[in-house]
């Protein structure tokens, strides 16, 4: 098995000072990655990340992930390779569909159906590689930085088993008719058939596996804080014996979150694991844990 990789993806940003700050504890504090997500209303993903370069000297640096609708594949290269370079070599570039109408509405760029937009993604990875190929300036990682690529469709998880270095399982999917984005939980059972889907269509190869987690609860009863969540969201869709075992919630005490990941290593093959930034300081624990 693979060796644990933990990562942060960051949601919000104040001002210079806090965002330095911010990417310094996390590198304190063990993670592996800094990651900046491609929605509208938070940073820009690659003027945070070059700031980030500059205040960090161990973390990798990611995108988490573009969308792949907001981007051309010349002008791309361009950032991906000046922020490589800026970084010396720690850049990890992530991309997606996209899966949110309305930010597409607002940026006045067609949203397609996900066929197209997964069509999209595929043509931008071929002309991004040959844009940093014959490009100038050419990123310090030869012959370009690892690439993430994520989702949940079966298309989709295909074409990231076939080409990327890690595969981004999303542990939800859209729900039916929401033009903001909402997602429903995938069930375990559900979790599995993805993985064996992107596992056929590897192949011989064996990209890593990463997994976005949507809560971390550091609590002493882990029961009672599953019924609670589920009745906060309105999680009507799941039992609470359901959400007991998803990997994407990460309830319980240390030694149980921890135990937690080491069984989603064995079951799921996931041992590159995500949190959100509010997640960041009640996961630290867990992280040198597992260390």
Same mark, same amino acid.
């Given at each position: 098995?693979?060796?644990?990789?933990? /990562?942060?993806?960051?949601?919000?940003?104040?001002?210079?000072?806090?965002?330095?700050?911010?990417?310094?504890?996390?590198?304190?504090?063990?993670?592996?990655?800094?990651?900046v997500?491609?929605?509208?209303?938070?940073?820009?993903?690659?003027?945070?990340?070059?700031?980030?370069?500059?205040?960090?000297?161990?973390?990798?640096? *990611?995108?988490?992930v573009?969308?792949?609708?907001?981007?051309?594949?010349?002008?791309?290269?361009?950032?991906?390779?000046?922020?490589?370079?800026?970084s010396?070599?720690?850049?990890? %570039? *992530? =991309?997606?569909?996209?899966?949110?109408?309305?930010?597409?509405?607002?940026?006045?760029?067609?949203?397609?159906?996900?066929?197209?937009?997964?069509?999209? =993604?595929?043509?931008?990875?071929?002309?991004?590689?040959?844009?940093l190929?014959?490009?100038?300036?050419?990123?310090?990682?030869?012959p370009?930085?690892?690439? %993430?690529?994520?989702?949940?469709?079966?298309?989709?998880?295909? =074409?990231?088993?076939?080409?990327?270095?890690?595969?981004?399982?999303?542990?939800?999917?859209?729900?039916?008719?929401?033009?903001?984005?909402?997602?429903?939980? =995938?069930?375990?059972?559900?979790?599995? *058939?993805?993985?064996? %889907?992107?596992?056929?269509?590897? /192949?011989?190869?064996?990209?890593?596996?990463?997994?976005?987690?949507?809560?971390?609860?550091?609590v002493?009863?882990?029961?009672?804080?599953?019924?609670?969540?589920?009745?906060?969201?309105?999680?009507?869709?799941?039992?609470?014996?359901?959400?007991?075992?998803?990997?994407?919630?990460?309830?319980?005490?240390?030694?149980?979150?921890?135990?937690?990941?080491r069984?989603?290593?064995?079951?799921?093959?996931?041992?590159?694991?995500?949190?959100?930034?509010?997640?960041?300081?009640?996961?630290?624990?867990?992280?040198?844990?597992?260390?």
């Amino acid at each position: 098995m693979r060796p644990f990789r933990f /990562g942060v993806n960051m949601t919000s940003f104040e001002d210079r000072a806090t965002w330095v700050a911010t990417c310094r504890r996390a590198e304190e504090m063990g993670y592996d990655v800094v990651l900046v997500p491609d929605h509208l209303g938070m940073p820009a993903p690659f003027p945070a990340l070059a700031a980030a370069a500059d205040a960090t000297e161990r973390v990798r640096l *990611g995108t988490f992930v573009l969308n792949a609708g907001f981007w051309n594949p010349t002008l791309l290269a361009r950032e991906v390779a000046t922020l490589d370079q800026i970084s010396g070599g720690r850049f990890e %570039l *992530g =991309l997606g569909t996209g899966y949110n109408r309305a930010e597409f509405d607002a940026a006045d760029l067609p949203f397609g159906s996900p066929g197209e937009r997964v069509s999209a =993604l595929e043509e931008l990875v071929e002309r991004l590689d040959a844009a940093l190929a014959d490009g100038t300036p050419k990123p310090a990682q030869q012959p370009r930085p690892p690439l %993430l690529l994520g989702g949940n469709g079966d298309r989709m998880l295909r =074409l990231a088993a076939r080409r990327a270095d890690t595969v981004a399982f999303a542990g939800a999917r859209l729900k039916p008719g929401s033009t903001t984005g909402e997602l429903l939980l =995938l069930t375990a059972e559900e979790l599995d *058939g993805r993985i064996a %889907l992107a596992v056929e269509a590897a /192949g011989e190869r064996d990209p890593e596996r990463n997994l976005l987690v949507q809560v971390v609860a550091v609590v002493d009863d882990r029961r009672a804080a599953i019924e609670q969540l589920r009745a906060q969201f309105g999680v009507d869709y799941l039992t609470v014996e359901q959400m007991l075992e998803l990997p994407t919630l990460l309830v319980g005490t240390v030694d149980e979150i921890a135990e937690q990941l080491r069984a989603a290593r064995e079951r799921f093959g996931i041992s590159y694991v995500t949190v959100l930034q509010p997640s960041a300081e009640a996961f630290a624990p867990v992280i040198e844990k597992l260390r």
